[in-house]
């Protein structure tokens, strides 16, 4: 099942303990921005072109802390891994101008039977850029293909950020590729940022819940080649007990429940996730 949001505590034991930060990096993308926040971010979240439903999310995904952590700034090149419906994106391109990359599937690089949902999705990312190209103009497009994903030249990117997408790409076998080129587009030093639905622990690769361990997270990250920088909590839920019957879909934003479980659920709130710094040596 695809999840197009794609962006955590409550104990998961040895997963929730991983954080390993070993000294200061002079990376492109910092770790030092947490303790700096940018006032010009704070004007982009108060945006008036931001949609209230987008708006609403906010005490869910955390953007001002989430992206201070991952250490994103202006004048930084960006690369946002499969925008989904530009959630992000609608923060990030008035942030960061020339400096922000969507990454998304090619449709034209899968068989025709899976071309709908990418085309849709790409569809939907072209129409939010085109409605305002004052704001939107500068961002960059880059369209690859998920068997052998290439997100732009070697070392040219500062960060690289995946919000809710590793669950999708360990069904269809693809982590490992993906977590490859991210590794081989950022710069010595740079950041991947990832937020992910936490499950409790270790989940078949198969699994339909949405939900992802945390340390099947670092480990993909680890074989890449990266080094786990920080990992925080900034994204925790401890009210998600991630025993939902549609999964992490059951949740806002999607709410795929009945609905006489709507006051349970909305009092639950998005999923628990993870937020993960890894740095490239």
Same mark, same amino acid.
């Given at each position: 099942? +695809?999840?197009?949001?794609?962006?955590?505590?409550?104990?998961?034991?040895?997963?929730?303990?991983?954080?390993?930060?070993?000294?200061?990096?002079?990376?492109?993308?910092?770790?030092?921005?947490?303790?700096?926040?940018?006032?010009?971010?704070?004007?982009?979240?108060?945006?008036?072109?931001?949609?209230?439903?987008?708006?609403?999310?906010?005490?869910?995904?955390?953007?001002?802390?989430?992206?201070?952590?991952? *250490?994103?700034?202006?004048?930084?090149?960006?690369?946002?891994?499969?925008?989904?419906?530009?959630?992000?994106?609608?923060? +990030?391109?008035?942030?960061?101008?020339?400096?922000?990359?969507?990454?998304?599937?090619?449709?034209?690089?899968?068989?025709? *039977?899976?071309?709908?949902?990418?085309?849709?999705?790409?569809?939907?990312?072209?129409?939010?850029?085109?409605?305002?190209?004052?704001?939107? %103009?500068?961002?960059?497009?880059?369209?690859?293909?998920?068997?052998?994903?290439?997100?732009?030249?070697?070392?040219?990117?500062?960060?690289?950020?995946?919000?809710?997408?590793?669950?999708?790409?360990?069904?269809? *076998?693809?982590?490992?590729?993906?977590?490859?080129?991210?590794?081989?587009?950022?710069?010595?030093?740079?950041?991947l940022g990832v937020v992910e639905h936490r499950a409790a622990a270790a989940v078949a690769d198969?699994? *339909?819940? %949405?939900?992802?361990?945390?340390?099947?997270?670092?480990? +993909?990250?680890?074989?890449? %080649?990266?080094?786990?920088?920080?990992?925080?909590e900034i994204n925790a839920n401890p009210r998600d007990t991630r025993d939902h019957p549609n %999964?992490?879909?059951?949740?806002p934003p999607t709410n795929r429940h009945d609905e006489a479980d709507r006051a349970k659920y909305?009092?639950?709130?998005?999923?628990?996730?993870?937020?993960?710094?890894?740095?490239?040596?």
């Amino acid at each position: 099942m +695809l999840c197009a949001c794609g962006a955590a505590p409550a104990g998961g034991g040895a997963d929730s303990a991983a954080a390993a930060a070993a000294g200061a990096q002079s990376a492109p993308a910092s770790a030092t921005a947490a303790d700096t926040p940018d006032p010009s971010l704070d004007q982009v979240l108060a945006g008036a072109w931001r949609t209230p439903e987008n708006m609403a999310r906010d005490p869910y995904r955390h953007p001002r802390e989430t992206l201070a952590f991952f *250490g994103i700034a202006p004048g930084r090149t960006v690369v946002e891994i499969t925008p989904g419906g530009g959630w992000y994106a609608e923060i +990030l391109v008035p942030w960061l101008g020339a400096g922000y990359v969507a990454a998304i599937v090619d449709p034209q690089a899968l068989p025709e *039977g899976r071309r709908d949902y990418y085309a849709r999705s790409k569809a939907t990312l072209e129409t939010l850029f085109a409605s305002s190209p004052e704001r939107y %103009g500068q961002a960059r497009v880059v369209a690859y293909d998920p068997a052998a994903p290439v997100f732009g030249p070697p070392g040219s990117a500062d960060a690289v950020l995946t919000f809710r997408n590793v669950h999708n790409w360990r069904s269809s *076998g693809q982590a490992e590729g993906m977590f490859k080129g991210f590794f081989d587009v950022l710069k010595p030093g740079g950041v991947l940022g990832v937020v992910e639905h936490r499950a409790a622990a270790a989940v078949a690769d198969d699994d *339909g819940s %949405g939900y992802v361990g945390q340390d099947q997270v670092i480990a +993909l990250a680890t074989a890449a %080649g990266f080094r786990l920088d920080e990992a925080s909590e900034i994204n925790a839920n401890p009210r998600d007990t991630r025993d939902h019957p549609n %999964g992490v879909w059951t949740l806002p934003p999607t709410n795929r429940h009945d609905e006489a479980d709507r006051a349970k659920y909305q009092a639950i709130g998005e999923s628990d996730r993870m937020t993960l710094r890894f740095v490239k040596p």
